[in-house]
Structure formats: C-alpha cells, structure tokens
C-alpha cells in the first residue's frame, strides 16, 4: 500500500501543499510538523529570498545585514517585554493588524502569551525575564520600505516559584523565523508577515484552570542530592553543546559527525541516541546502531523508546496524561528519557538533563531545540500521553 502525507501550511498569504508520495508502510522517521516546517523555511532561503528583478536599494547584503541586526532585535526585545507583562495593547502595537497576515501573527503571540500565563499559574512560578539572542541569516529588500528576512532565535526564559522568588531557574528554545518588515515612517517599522517553529503548537488548546492540590504539591518538593557519574556526566555536557543552541561556537549548530534527520521526518531519537552514546555508557549493537545513517531504533521516536524498555537499558517509571504522571516525574533524573505519545504513537523523545529548583525534571532536546525546558511545557493537550523512562547509565 502506498501512502500520500500531506500538510497544508498557509503562511502569510501563500499555502504550501508539501507531499511525500510513495512512503513505504514501513516509515523509518516519525513526520512531525516541525520538520515541515523546517523544509518550508528552507524554501524560503533557496528562493524567495532570491527572487531575481526586485527593486532594491544600494545597500550590499552585509549593509542590510547590519542596518536590521540593529532594528530586529529592538522590536524582539519589546515583543518579550509585552509578552511577559501580557500587555496585549502594546503586543499589537508591533504588527499592522489592518492586514490579515499581521493580523494572524499578532493572535498567534496573543495566543502563546495566554499559554504561558496558564502554564505558570499551574506551576505555582512567575516568569522573571524572557531574552533573545538573534541571527539573521539573510535580509532581501523587496521595495516599498518592505523588507524580508530569516533568522535564528534563541530565546532564553527565567522563572521562579513563588514561594521561593530568589531561586531563579533559566530554559532556552530555539526557533526559525521568516519575518516581513515594513517601514512605517520615523524609522518605525512593523511585523506584516511571520512565520516560525513554535515550540508550544501542541499546547495552544491549555484550559486556564488553577488545580490547587496540584500548584501546592510542586511548589513543596525539594530538589534531590544528585550527582553525576562521570558517563552520565559527558552525556549531559553532549546534549548541552549540541542541542542546536548551545554556547558559543555551537549557537545553532548541530554535530557535524551525525547526520540531521529533520528533512527526513525529524531528529530528536537520533538526538537522544547521540546523547546515550556519546557518554560511553552505551555501545553500538545490530538493533541500535549508527554507521553513516542510522537505525530504526536509532532514529525513530517509537522504536527507541520500544528499545529502551525491552532491552534492559530502562525502564518505565509511568505512563499516562499529565495527571496522571506529574508526581511520578519527580523520580526522574539526568539521562532519563520522556517519551510523547499522540494518536496512539510516539511522535517525540527528549532527554533529561537537569532538574530545577523544585527537582521538576528539565529536558533538552531538537525538533524543536531545547535546552533545560520543563518537560512537559509544548505538550500540555489533553490527547498527550507521556512515557516516563530511567535509563540505566
């Protein structure tokens, strides 16, 4: 039997309709919007942002290159600021809302703003800051004062609970954008199109409740006394320099050594893979293997979290909905694995790298990247069934 996947993206004014015709049964990668996504930006970079006969300005590509690494930023700046402050009036302010793209754009952020109240109500935490380290990987003038752009950002978020202000904890998520600027005047410009990997798109459907039973058991746990052996050690420090946002050198930037499985349907299993293997604990065998591709069990999300637990390399600490598993998470520990579960399949795996002050297991993984994010912040739909998993280094 042959099958035809397609997912219609409208971004902007345009739609995408992205087919992968004559997939096999046997899928060796899980297709996750992300990856889409990705494809769709690459698009952008390969051609639009290379469209021939456009009126342009003098300015060389480095001219524009500098000219919007001083505005973009200030904008992103202020739209953290509004977001954090939930100040919808001054959020709108940053888009053209007469126009409908604009008008999506500026919903979409009002949306997420909302979701991230939510999610720190039910925390029992307050957001403190929320920081963006911007690259701007390309800038086209496509005249009239508009102009288009695609950039990497990595945003960095602090919070605390608020029965313990003083202990900040940090998480940083990685995201693509392809943004249109128009200027408006006074050297004022505007968001008329965006589009970007949004790491909560599975969570924009949150109910704002405050479960008090549940806000009160987080905000009374401890961190527990853990130290690293030294394999689980070089593991964390792997996941931290990889991750597609790492420090310095590594800002956006995947390892080299391993291919990025993301245009065949997603990375985050042969993320986690890489993460177990590179800390020596975990030798290649013919089920779970890397030479120049990966295996089944290497790169999909399912197959490894299958691996895992019938191998005798972990074993399940719970599984079920949030509810269900949230006290059991405070058992996990660096290098364990949670497993995503939607529509009855394992879509997404990430792997624990540190615990917050509170000892709420932090995850770091791609698709999209992550660095020290709350396990279950992205995944709060009430159809995600979460594995949680204790890896044996």
């Not at 600027?181 to 505007?190: C, I, P, V």
């Amino acid at each position: 039997m042959k099958k035809s996947i397609i997912l219609s993206v409208i971004l902007s004014s345009l739609v995408f309709n992205t087919s992968f015709l004559n997939a096999s049964d046997n899928l060796t990668f899980e297709l996750d919007l992300d990856t889409i996504e990705q494809q769709i930006l690459k698009e952008y970079d390969d051609k639009e942002m290379e469209e021939e006969n456009i009126e342009s300005s003098n300015l060389t590509d480095d001219e524009l290159k500098a000219k919007f690494n001083v505005i973009l930023p200030e904008i992103i700046k202020n739209r953290n600021e509004y977001v954090l402050n939930e100040n919808y009036d001054k959020l709108e302010t940053l888009y053209d809302t007469e126009i409908k793209v604009s008008r999506y754009a500026f919903e979409h952020e009002s949306i997420k703003t909302k979701y991230l109240k939510n999610w720190a109500k039910k925390q029992g935490v307050t957001f403190n800051n929320i920081f963006s380290d911007i690259k701007i990987r390309k800038v086209r003038d496509r005249s009239d004062g508009l102009y288009g752009m695609t950039c990497n950002i990595c945003t960095t978020y602090s919070y605390s609970y608020n029965n313990e202000p003083d202990k900040i904890n940090t998480f940083s998520l990685g995201t693509s954008h392809y943004i249109n600027l128009q200027a408006k005047g006074n050297n004022e410009y505007k968001i008329v199109k965006e589009w970007y990997t949004d790491p909560f798109s599975d969570s924009l459907e949150m109910k704002s409740k405050e479960p008090l039973e549940h806000t009160q058991f987080l905000e009374f746990q401890k961190p527990p006394e853990f130290i690293p052996n030294e394999t689980l050690q070089k593991a964390i420090e792997y996941a931290h320099a990889y991750c597609g946002i790492g420090e310095g050198e590594n800002m956006f930037k995947y390892n080299k050594n391993y291919m990025d499985c993301n245009p065949l349907g997603g990375d985050c299993a042969n993320f986690a893979s890489q993460i177990m293997y590179e800390s020596g604990a975990f030798k290649k065998n013919k089920i779970w293997n890397y030479t120049h591709e990966g295996t089944k069990t290497w790169v999909n999300a399912q197959e490894l979290s299958r691996y895992l637990l019938n191998s005798g390399r972990g074993n399940q600490i719970a599984r079920g909905s949030y509810e269900k598993v949230y006290k059991a998470a405070f058992k996990m520990r660096p290098g364990d694995i949670v497993a995503y579960e939607k529509n009855d399949r394992i879509t997404h795996v990430s792997t624990v790298t540190a615990l917050d002050s509170k000892g709420y297991p932090l995850v770091t993984c791609h698709n999209t990247d992550r660095l020290m994010v709350p396990y279950d912040l992205g995944w709060s739909n009430s159809n995600i069934t979460f594995y949680l998993i204790d890896v044996h280094y």
